[in-house]
């Protein structure tokens, strides 16, 4: 490790971080070295390079090593530093939310131009939404800070994710216009007066199936939530009981948009067909050319 006394600086630092999480095989040492010095440094990655003989405290010091390490035994940047962005936000994560992936702004883009298709047709301005499994609450808030009006119900079975994701909203200012309920999937909707009375029902859960929750890596299989992932033995089963039960509480024109995984879309599709109140099921790629998210219409 270091020795006392010895002079820092970012190039020296870089250098060792590298060297140690090669060690260790982590795929991307070099990069991942940069980005969490820099974060420490609050400067961007390659400005680091422009100020490598720039000395580090003592504490930067200490902080970086204790990065490096955590990152040595695969634990994901985004716990590391404890936030990620989604779709130009900042959003807090621990543990116990799974980490926003790009894929998911897909989810809200289709929400965003379903609704403001409606309102262009003169619907009124006000919209409600729900965010099954809403984890870190990236889908929430956002809908919240791009929709006004709109009113958003989020549910989590997890307490603690639910706490993660109140503080997000509060960090967005939206906390007022989101309302979370614990419990599982559509559980906590129950008596709150909502059938028949939402426009958009939005979720990605967990939808890994058994076999494939052996093969992820290890910054997911050993640090992002089990509950937040893991989806039955085929990774349909959170679809088995969100499609028929969203019919409860979607309106009529009302829709459902959910996020899917690799080669789910036929299988999920299946399960809307069986349910004759579904119309316009329709799939939608990724950047990837994935099938990422399928979607629905209640007529
Ligand atoms: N996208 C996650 C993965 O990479 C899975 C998320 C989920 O199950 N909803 O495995």
């Keep these: 490790m270091i020795a006392e006394g010895n002079i820092w600086t970012v190039i020296k630092a870089l250098t060792w971080a590298e060297t140690y999480l090669e060690k260790f095989k982590v795929p991307e040492a070099k990069i991942d070295a940069e980005y969490l010095l820099s974060h420490i440094l609050k400067c961007k990655r390659q400005e680091l390079y422009l100020n490598s003989e720039r000395q580090l405290t003592n504490q930067d010091i200490n902080t970086f090593k204790g990065f490096i ?17 989604f779709r130009g936000l900042a959003f807090k994560v621990t543990r116990d939310v799974l ?47 791009e929709i006004p009006d709109s009113k958003v119900y989020a549910t989590d079975i997890s307490e603690k994710a639910l706490d993660i994701a ?21 559980e906590p909707l129950k008596e709150k007066g909502l059938e028949e009375k939402i426009d ?12 494939d929750m052996e093969k992820l890596q290890p910054e997911i299989k050993e640090y992002e939530p089990p509950l937040a992932l893991y989806g039955g033995e085929d990774g349909l089963d ?47 790629k990724d950047l990837s050319g994935i099938e990422r ?7």
């Design 200 to 211: 958009i029902m939005l979720s990605n859960p967990p939808y890994v199936s058994k076999k």
């Design 166 to 186: 109140k503080e997000n909203a509060k960090g967005h200012r939206v906390e007022d216009r989101i309302t979370f309920l614990q419990g599982s999937f559509l």
């Design 238 to 284: 959170s679809y088995r009981t969100i499609i028929p039960e969203a019919l409860t509480y979607l309106e009529n024109g009302g829709y459902l948009i959910l996020e899917i995984g690799y080669g789910q879309a036929e299988g999920v599709k299946e399960l809307f067909g069986k349910n004759l109140a579904y119309g316009e099921i329709e799939i939608i």
């Design 99 to 145: 980490i926003p992936r790009p894929e998911t702004a897909l989810l809200v883009e289709e929400a965003v131009k379903i609704i403001e298709r409606q309102r262009a047709k003169g619907k009124g301005q006000k919209t409600n939404v729900i965010d099954l499994c809403t984890g870190s609450g990236c889908i929430a808030v956002s809908i919240a800070k």
């Design 293 to 299: 998210v399928v979607k629905a219409k209640r007529e």
């Design 69 to 85: 390490q955590r990152r040595s035994k695969r634990e994901p940047l985004q716990y590391i530093i404890g936030e990620e962005e």
